[in-house]
T-cell receptor
Framework: NAGVTQTPKFQVLKTGQSMTLQCAQD?????MYWYRQDPGMGLRLIYY???????DKGEVPNGYNVSRLNKREFSLRLESAAPSQTSVYFC????????????FGPGTRLTVL | AQSVSQHNHHVILSEAASLELGCNYS??????LFWYVQYPGQHLQLLLK??????LVKGIKGFEAEFIKSKFSFNLRKPSVQWSDTAEYFC??????????FGTGTRLQVFP
């Protein structure tokens, strides 16, 4: 099992450009998550999908959209990137409700100039 | 609002020193508690977790944590740290049925 995979690993964008971060998991997990990690702020939840076909906003959803393409894949889209979105983005998944252990991907380091 | 606090932002230790990292949460219901570790340049990995039962939980690499309900705490401990323990440590607990709330993290540096 590859676990949780993310692409790309690194990306540099100019302000106003758009891009999609891809996430996939092969553990047959129901729930998937997108976090951003910034120095001194820990991990903050952007969006999550409790199950296939549903998505919900987290703590910091502004400027982002998500798509739960199928049970395996959960993408994060920046429509018009801003320097404030410079961060490391982590995708995570977990198997079912009641057990909150999450498994994380390797992260995408995004720089917006 | 539910929250989790990590009081130590940056800890510097010499090898063989003992470690204790503080974590407090504000939530009155049933808790599941987690410690995750992030080694430099890597993703978060589960270090240990508490769901129920014995409040002293043992994790990987010699780490342990004690859940003290009366103090709303879940502190992480290790009797003797190694250089390879240099990492960032995050405490987390559920912020709803399907969500985790993470603390701001503690950066641990261990010098040989």
């Amino acid at each position: 099992n590859a676990g949780v995979t993310q692409t790309p690993k690194f990306q540099v964008l100019k302000t106003g450009q758009s891009m999609t971060l891809q996430c996939a998991q092969d553990m047959n997990h129901n729930s998937m998550y997108w976090y951003r990690q910034d120095p001194g702020m820990g991990l903050r939840l952007i969006y999550y999908s409790a199950s296939e076909g549903t998505t919900d906003k987290g703590e910091v959803p502004n400027g982002y959209n998500v798509s739960r393409l199928n049970k395996r894949e959960f993408s994060l889209r920046l429509e018009s990137a801003a320097p404030s979105q410079t961060s490391v983005y982590f995708c995570a998944s977990k198997v079912l409700a009641g057990n909150n252990e999450q498994f994380f991907g390797p992260g995408t380091r995004l720089t917006v100039l | 609002a539910q929250s989790v606090s990590q009081h130590n932002h940056h800890v510097i230790l010499s090898e063989a020193a003992s470690l204790e990292l503080g974590c407090n949460y504000s939530y009155g219901g049933t808790v599941n508690l987690f410690w995750y570790v992030q080694y430099p340049g890597q993703h978060l990995q589960l270090l240990l977790k508490y769901f129920s039962g014995d409040p002293l939980v043992k994790g990987i690499k010699g780490f342990e944590a004690e859940f003290i309900k009366s103090k709303f705490s879940f502190n992480l401990r290790k009797p003797s740290v190694q250089w390879s323990d240099t990492a960032e440590y995050f405490c987390a607990f559920p912020g709803g049925t399907d969500k985790l709330i993470f603390g701001t993290g503690t950066r641990l540096q261990v010098f040989p």
